[in-house]
Structure formats: structure tokens, C-alpha cells
């Protein structure tokens, strides 16, 4: 007898686990390590896949989108400051000061390097599973969206693509 709706792939375990290290390696300048996996068992149905691509990225296939069951993903990035962030006032309209106080304004750079695999449980990972990139970009602080990223990722085959995105990538 068969029950409606149930089927073998209910049934799953998935283990995620994402650890950061932000290591100062002068005053200015930040270490940052961030280490990232997503393991599944047994097959696991098409909603819970892992994606690399949408809210996982590597920077030089920023806009490549690989899907799986799993997933491992590094990230290491040298950030240092170019212009001091300061906070300024624009009281213009009195009513509006709260939205006009402590505006934040700034500039930093950034060296990264991103590397990640992805897989379903038929496949094996080999070091030819990973996808990874590296490059360069400009983080701009501003008030409201907080940061700005303009970066250039690279692959390993030296194809170069510009990337637009807002927040920190880790």
C-alpha cells in the first residue's frame, strides 16, 4: 500500500557548518578566512539542493550557477583601507535629521581568492570538481546600503568578468 505524498527522498539528514576568521594582520590591514560545507544524506529531493551561484558565489564565475548535494567552499581576502570611514551630518530638513545623522563614507580594497565544489551523491569529488577565482575590488561604505563592492574576478583561465554587489561577500 502506498501512502499519498510520502515517498523515499522525505527522509534526509543535511549538516551545514560555515566558520569565519577575521585575523588583523597589521592595524589596517585583515586577514579573512572563511571555510563553508553543506553535506546531504541519502538523495535528497530537488528543493534542499545546494547552489553555487545565487547566495554562494566564487568571484571570477560570479554569475555561473552549479547545483548539487553537496557542497564545500573557501574563501581568504585581504582587506585593507584606502579612505578612513567617516560619519557626516546633513541636517538640511529638520524633520528628516535621524535619516541625515551619522552617514557613513569610506573606501577600501580588497585581494581575494575563492575556490568551491559541488557535487550529487552518483558523483565523486576530484580536485577537478572545484571551481575557483581570484581578483581584486574597491568596497565603497555608504550610508543605507553599507557597502558597495566593485571587484574583478578572474578564473584560473584568466577569464576576467566585473562584479556589482552590495554587502560583504563573507
Not at 578566512?33 to 528543493?47: D, K, M, N, Q, V
Not at 568596497?139 to 556589482?164: A, K, S
Amino acid at each position: 500500500m502506498k501512502i499519498a505524498g510520502h515517498n523515499k527522498m522525505t527522509n534526509y539528514h543535511q549538516l551545514g557548518i560555515d566558520v569565519r576568521r577575521f585575523i588583523p594582520v597589521t592595524r589596517k590591514i585583515t586577514l579573512a578566512l572563511r571555510t563553508a560545507s553543506l553535506l546531504s544524506s541519502p538523495e535528497i529531493p530537488i528543493y534542499d539542493r545546494a547552489y553555487l551561484g545565487y547566495e554562494e558565489r566564487i568571484r571570477g564565475r560570479f554569475y555561473n550557477i552549479f547545483e548539487g548535494e553537496n557542497l564545500v567552499l573557501g574563501n581568504t581576502e585581504i582587506r585593507f583601507p584606502l579612505i578612513k570611514i567617516r560619519y557626516f551630518n546633513f541636517p538640511i530638513i529638520p524633520r528628516f535629521k535621524r535619516y541625515t545623522s551619522n552617514l557613513k563614507l569610506g573606501l577600501s580594497g580588497a585581494v581575494f581568492f575563492d575556490t568551491g565544489a559541488i557535487w550529487f551523491h552518483n558523483q565523486k569529488i576530484s580536485r577537478y570538481s572545484f571551481k575557483s577565482g581570484f581578483g581584486a575590488g574597491l568596497h565603497l561604505h555608504l550610508p543605507y546600503i553599507d557597502l558597495l563592492r566593485l571587484e574583478c574576478g578572474i578564473t584560473p583561465q584568466w577569464d576576467v568578468q566585473g562584479i556589482v554587489d552590495v554587502d560583504l561577500a563573507f
